[in-house]
């Protein structure tokens, strides 16, 4: 088993180093095409890349590829007839069929059965009998001879300079060249941080990449937030539904990708409301994936491992939702920016560096619920932010706080309805679950009342008690009432041990008499529930209740 290990890490590491030089050569071969580009001459890469963004299904269809689903093909080569060629707008292709190897078509690391290139590959291999020869691609792509490039280029500067200088590099992936076969060394005077003017920024239509139209953008970075049992988890499972499905959410088009739920805790109740929205939409979503743990977006070995995650059960999902911001914050601090950063880079470099939206379902500040708890850094590094309140009827609102590059939709109306799963429990009773259907009608979210200084206090204390000794919520509470993923209860005794020491009262008698005048208020307020002498955050609706009311109404 140990040589085992050793085999695996000897052969990680070699990996490594391979990638570290293929980057390396990459980089050499962007900056040396950029260098001619800059001296008026093309850049053919790039122009193979436009060529084949115009043309995606065209070129393949005429080379013999048969199209199963987006992104997956079936080769020429292939025998089996499964769609084992996979393949990006931009160019980027990995294929399973052995016989692609076998034929010579792109590249492969020794012992792999697998292959790999990009458009440049396929138009070698296809257009030039696999020869790779800069010429005949800036002859493919031009529809112009080597002789004429030069003499265009020529015109623009003096002749003689021209031509002794024209010595176009062959531009392959992690290769670069000149007509010696010598490999460039680097530009050491070139920067890496570049300009553009303004004219090439606008050269192309860049229109909203919609996920769900008007709402959120692919590759956004958002986030939803709310007070606990404001229902924020169950708009994001919802959202995430539909555009696994691709249907339209509250009557918005969604663009339809695998989704990844990262759940913090709670999986049974995940598994009760997915249930609820498979009744509610008549469907399974095979295309949404849940995590069986939290992870931790300050710790760059736990993100490292769901980002493997994803690339193994689903590639280049559409979006990654984190439920919540808390669960899956590991060790770090909330309040700190530094902390933050650090997560916000994790985010950018394992998940929406795969072209994903990512969105954050986070809590409401400890005294607002107007902004969400925490650093402010976190509300400044997002693209688009929305709010979650509910009212004492179980109606919800949905409102945007922040959208950077698009204008700020209405907001989003919901209901929380009751949904019996078919399922009965070890008494025969009908287990059921909740959801968010789309509401139409007014919707009072009630008039404001402030907490006095101390019971502002007193509901501190509420927050710090769970932090430290907060627990799953039992069996006899899940059956009552129903929790968010993450949600914790405590005992009366945890909470009431944080507050006698800040209050003013001399004698425990006295501070009794004020923490049990100030629970009662915050329960009246619906700042907090008790039920078994557990408490939490925030006012739930009794599972019963609701059944009574459904059975009444109907």
């Not at 296809?126 to 002859?139: Q, S, T």
């Not at 607002?368 to 932010?385: C, F, N, P, Q």
């Not at 006095?452 to 009552?480: C, D, F, W, Y």
Request: charged share 25%; with cysteine.
């Amino acid at each position: 088993m140990k040589a085992f290990s050793e085999q695996i890490a000897l052969k990680k590491n070699q990996f490594a180093q391979e990638e570290m030089i293929r980057q390396e050569q990459t980089e050499l071969s962007r900056i040396r095409v950029e260098d001619f580009a800059s001296s008026g001459r093309k850049d053919y890469y790039a122009m193979a890349e436009e060529l084949f963004t115009d043309n995606y299904g065209q070129l393949l269809i005429g080379w013999g590829f048969t199209n199963v689903s987006k992104g997956k093909w079936v080769s020429p080569h292939s025998g089996s007839g499964k769609p084992g060629f996979n393949i990006k707008p931009s160019g980027k292709w990995f294929s399973h069929h052995g016989s692609d190897k076998e034929a010579g078509l792109g590249k492969s690391k020794d012992g792999d059965s697998d292959s790999f290139g990009d458009i440049c590959d396929l138009l070698y291999f296809f257009e030039n009998d696999n020869v790779e020869d800069i010429v005949f691609l800036a002859d493919f792509l031009t529809g112009t001879t080597d002789n004429q490039r030069k003499q265009e280029y020529a015109e623009k500067k003096s002749l003689d300079e021209a031509l002794d200088e024209f010595n176009l590099p062959v531009v392959l992936e992690g290769i670069v060249a000149n007509d010696d076969n010598q490999v460039l060394k680097p530009n050491k005077n070139k920067p890496v941080f570049t300009l553009i003017d303004s004219t090439q920024l606008t050269a192309r239509k860049r229109s909203n990449d919609w996920l769900v139209k008007g709402v959120l953008e692919c590759n956004n970075f958002g986030m939803i937030f709310g007070e606990p049992a404001s229902g924020k988890s169950l708009i994001a499972i919802d959202m995430a539904y539909c555009i696994s499905k691709g249907s339209s959410w509250n009557g918005h088009v969604t663009r339809q990708g695998n989704v990844v739920y990262v759940a913090g805790e709670g999986f049974t109740g995940l598994s009760r409301r997915v249930r609820a929205l498979d009744i509610t939409y008549k469907t399974t979503a095979e295309n949404l994936f849940f995590s069986e743990m939290p992870t931790s977006l300050t710790d760059t070995d736990s993100v490292k491992a769901v980002a493997e995650a994803i690339l193994a059960f689903c590639p280049e999902p559409v979006l990654v939702v984190i439920d919540t911001l808390h669960r899956n914050f590991g060790t770090g601090d909330e309040n700190s920016a530094g902390d933050f950063g650090t997560a916000t880079n994790h985010i950018d470099k394992y998940f929406r560096s795969t072209g994903a939206a990512v969105l954050l379902v986070h809590h409401s500040g400890h005294s607002s619920r107007d902004r969400s708890r925490g650093s402010s850094s976190i509300k400044a590094a997002l693209d688009v932010e929305y709010s979650i309140v509910k009212n004492d009827r179980s109606q919800v609102s949905m409102t945007c706080t922040k959208s950077k590059d698009f204008d700020e939709p209405e907001p989003e109306n919901f209901k929380i309805v009751e949904v019996e799963l078919g399922w009965t429990d070890e008494d025969g009773d009908e287990i059921t679950s909740v959801t968010v259907e789309p509401y139409n009608g007014y919707m009072s979210m009630g008039r404001k009342r402030d907490l006095s200084a101390q019971n502002k206090e007193i509901l501190e204390m509420l927050t710090r008690a769970i932090n430290s000794h907060g627990v799953q919520p039992t069996s006899e509470l899940t059956a009552e009432f129903s929790f968010d993923v993450d949600e914790l209860v405590v005992k009366t005794e945890h909470w009431r041990e944080k507050v006698y020491p800040i209050l003013s009262q001399d004698n425990n008698d006295a501070k009794r008499q004020a923490f049990n005048r100030g629970t009662n208020k915050l329960k009246e307020l619906r700042k907090v529930q008790m039920y078994d002498d557990y408490w939490w955050l925030g006012h739930k609706e009794q599972l019963s209740s609701l059944i009574f009311a459904v059975h009444k109404d109907g």
